[in-house]
């Protein structure tokens, strides 16, 4: 389930919705143009071995085939060693929908519900929430059936993730299996009770699941924000660099899976998340405005990271209102604007350094090293944005 090609002609096998396309091995760039033709535009080249967004491609016409299908292929040989790409039809606006899954060696499947991840940027989730606010009580339950089916059909057991794209009428496709926990779990841990990874752990040593179907229930809304070392302003790139200061929010309701510190390292080498900021509230409005107030509250001090882009998707009324696809803040360029004035985050991030600028490193190294420049240099606010 973990191959991308064989787990659609598995679910194919088991009478699952499946995006059209093509489920084999695209040879080269003129099977790609003939399959092309055969599915039409706009389509999606992946990589059948990949996952967190690498080896895809979006193809809206032939002259950009050539390039997407040695891009796709070239990034999913560099990135899993293994460079097979699919095409299948690309579906508009979908919103991207996940079941989670437990299950035992002895034949007990269950499912925890769906979580929404359509906010994403390169193929790649930023917010998480649970319940999704865009899935009726009848189409969870049928999601959520065929989840338990899928993974009844390969004898899975352990922890996992079905994986579906809906459009706007909740007409849905299976997409493909995440065969291992992934990053957003513990947003269904905050609504369910139940601790996911325990619940794997005790499976992998020959336990029974400890939960049947009906033990099952929801609790309020929780929602997860990964903070990541990047630059919102550039395309998302990387900020590498060294952690000066770190605070992270807390409170009631608010859960940080970091392993973030002062003196920490960002480095090039993995993906840029630093941590996952996630809350609980009794209902979608509450978890917004409680992980609105977390996201204002946290400090990383040393590196540009994605800390204002994610306080202004909390407020953005379209969020707010769950109008929600994939392509949320691509079509969203407002939120990718820095504001230049009133930026209490800048004001904290500068009285903090300005306060503990006098025992740095750098001061002893260079007493003509102003804290204006120290603050420009490790933060990135400068002077003008905080006049």
């Not at 598995?10 to 009478?15: D, I, N, R, T, V």
């Not at 509450?286 to 990383?300: N, T």
């Not at 604007?337 to 002893?364: D, Q, R, Y």
Request: charged residues 25%; glycine residues 8%; proline residues 4%.
């Amino acid at each position: 389930m973990g191959d991308k090609i064989q787990s659609k002609n598995l679910a194919m096998k088991a009478k699952v919705n499946t995006i059209p396309g093509f489920n084999d091995v695209i040879k080269d760039t003129n099977h790609a143009l003939k399959i092309a033709k055969d599915i039409g535009f706009p389509l999606m080249i992946k990589a059948s071995a990949g996952g967190g967004g690498k080896g895809m491609r979006i193809v809206k016409n032939t002259k950009d085939i050539k390039d997407a299908f040695q891009l796709a292929s070239s990034e999913a040989k560099s990135s899993f060693g293994d460079d097979r790409v699919f095409i299948e039809k690309y579906i508009e606006k979908p919103r991207h929908i996940e079941i989670q899954v437990l299950s035992d060696e002895f034949g007990n499947v269950i499912h925890l519900g769906e979580r929404e991840c359509s906010i994403q940027r390169r193929h790649q989730k930023v917010v998480e929430e649970a319940p999704s606010p865009g899935v009726s009580e009848s189409t969870r339950k049928k999601m959520g059936q065929i989840a338990v089916k899928l993974a009844k059909e390969v004898s899975y057991y352990g922890a996992g993730t079905v994986e579906f794209i809906m459009d706007q009428n909740e007409n849905f496709y299976f997409l493909e299996m995440n065969t291992r926990v992934q990053v957003e779990h513990p947003i269904t841990e905050m609504i369910t009770g139940i601790d996911i990874v325990k619940e794997m752990i005790s499976i992998s040593c020959g336990n029974k699941l400890s939960f049947k179907q009906e033990d099952i229930s929801r609790k309020g809304h929780a929602i997860e924000c990964r903070v990541c070392a990047e630059d919102p302003d550039n395309n998302f790139l990387p900020t590498p660099g060294v952690i000066n200061y770190t605070k992270s929010p807390q409170g009631p309701g608010v859960r940080d899976d970091s392993s973030l510190y002062n003196g920490y390292e960002v480095t090039t080498f993995y993906d840029p998340m630093l941590s996952k900021l996630i809350v609980w509230g009794k209902d979608r409005d509450d978890a917004i405005k409680r992980m609105s107030r977390a996201l204002s509250e946290y400090i990383v001090l040393g590196v540009r990271t994605n800390l204002g882009f994610l306080i202004r998707l909390m407020v953005n009324q379209d969020f707010i209102d769950a109008k929600l696809d994939t392509g949320f803040i691509e079509n969203h360029k407002q939120l990718l604007k820095v504001p230049t004035e009133n930026s209490n985050l800048a004001l904290v991030g500068s009285a903090i350094v300005l306060h503990t600028f006098n025992g740095t490193e750098v001061s002893k190294k260079d007493p003509k090293f102003t804290p204006w420049k120290y603050i420009a240099r490790r933060s990135g606010i400068s002077r003008n944005s905080l006049s």
